[in-house]
């Protein structure tokens, strides 16, 4: 037994104005085949679990590079080409192989390639025929399309939202590929498109239930394996959207009814499912009068994680003219300010023009004249077992706000990003955060209440306020009756 394994993965925003190039891949993840460490990232989890099997079982691997980018605008042609190919050129080279196994995210969007993934597993059948089984598993903010399921046989994604189970998930996606690789199961794939754009949190009800009757199907009547498709809504290509995926152990009907009616009831809770949102006053004023602190506060539209710069100011701005104190700010991106205040050194006051200095929506700059109080060259934070670089970081200070600048983009994880800089999470009233979902294991063990803001953007959260060019529709909340369902019941017809 011979296996191929590789990691291509980010998650690309379409209408943000970062690009993704070869250098974004290589500063945020790269190991070339045989370097990736023993802890698991993200989306390269698969590489760590087949390494597992591999040990135990005396099949031979032979590993790809897995590389990943921290979610931003559209990658250039050169840098998915050029990855590509050297994934491609290694599979190769290890030919005969009787599986592939990728870890992708599936959100990945390049100049002249709405679809990179489908791209690569089309390039990958090519290479490897209609025999050899070909296994991704994948972040649930993926686009699901029609070449991703005509050339591989299995997709796996994480079902938490935060993203807990990517390594086990990543260990199920190796034991299905080689259970089929050794013929002992036929995957069969089942969809149903749910015709729906949502927030889909798994950290609160009524997904937290829903994720947790699937995993009770599975492993029962052929059921190998349920995923649900989130989708990934701030890219304008066709197949944003919601899917549930069966796979069944060559069960056609039981997996297409499934899917179905799982699909169904999942469009019956759309617009339950989401977090509730504050406006920015409401934050404050809620905040103010939860007695104990820490509060956490997050800026969700302007999380990095998914794809926006990080360096919005309309959050900061009003905490500012509020004169709100006792707060810390973690972070904002802004290598410029950066460089500024470790040139300064610390104790050093001065003027100082903080965020936003990347497009119109990301609000207007903050002039501050700020004490700084903290220099750290390549800071980092930690998410679980992985370490996030911060890049040259600064903790600056002015009128009771302190505001961590960071110069590599990062969502907010955990408390230790405010520890590292020298501010002390617990003994802060507020701490504000840019990060949608995966702040909250971490820092829910220290808050006394999480509060999610809607500060109108730069994310292009409300689907409906987008300018969707490739989005085939129709679609919820776009339109109102996707399925042409809803009218027949009415009427009773
Ligand atoms: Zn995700």
Redesign the pocket.
Known sequence: MRVFVASLAT?TNTFSPIPTDLTSFHGTFYAPPGKHPETPTLCSAPMVAARKRAKAEGFTLIEGTATWAEPAGLVSRAAYETLRDEILGQLQAAMPVNAVILGL?GAMVAHGYDDCEGDLAERIRAIVGPDVVVAAEF????HLTAKRLANLDLQVM?KE?P?TDFADRAEELVDLALSAARGEIRPHVAVWDCRMLEMLPTSRQPMRGFVDRIKGLEGKDGVLSISVV?G?SAADVPDVGIKIIVITDDRPEIGNALARRLGEELFALRGTTGHSYLSIDDAIDAALATPTGPVVLTDVWDNP?GGTAGDATFVLRRFIERGVRDVAFGTIWDPLAVNLCMAAGVGARMPLRIGAKLAPRHGDPVDAVVTVKMVVPNAIQHFRDSVVPLGDSVAVEFDGIEVILNSNRAQSFEPDLFSNLGVDPLQKKMLVLKSANHFFGAFSRIASRIIYIDAGGPYPGDPRRVEYRKLKRPIWPLDADPHGSLHDKASGS
């Open positions: 998650e995210h972040d649930p903010h993926c994480f939202v993203h989130h990934f994680g």
